[in-house]
């Protein structure tokens, strides 16, 4: 599984369970359309540090990295450690 197939299957799970996986497009943004609201920013935040071993304390939490399905999984590939949800 990718990085966004994961990501993807995470933001259905928990804020789009009536929706489809392969209806929620890469470059969907999650915050301009109310998907992710500052709440769910923060369960993003714990389960990107769950998952990947990213540690938030340590790294830039810029909104626009948390916008999209593709801009989280670039995030992902910049920042977790190799060793972490490797793929």
């Known amino acids: 599984m990718t990085h966004a ?3 993807k299957a995470f933001i259905v799970k928990e ?4 929706v489809p996986v392969g209806e929620l497009a890469d470059d969907h943004d ?3 359309n ?3 609201d500052s709440l769910g920013l923060l369960k993003v935040i714990a389960w990107l540090e769950d998952r990947y071993g990213i ?5 830039d939490l810029d909104p ?5 399905v593709a ?7 910049e920042t977790a450690p190799k060793t972490a949800g490797a793929v």
Not at 15 to 18: A, E, K, R, S
Not at 72 to 77: D, K, M, Q, Y
Request: proline share 3%.
């Open 5 to 7: 197939q994961a990501v």
């Open 15 to 18: 804020f789009l369970p009536d």
């Open 30 to 32: 999650l915050l301009e």
């Open 34 to 36: 109310g998907i992710v």
């Open 55 to 59: 540690d938030a304390d340590t790294v």
């Open 64 to 68: 626009e990295s948390f916008s999209t």
């Open 71 to 77: 801009a989280i999984a670039a995030f992902i590939s």
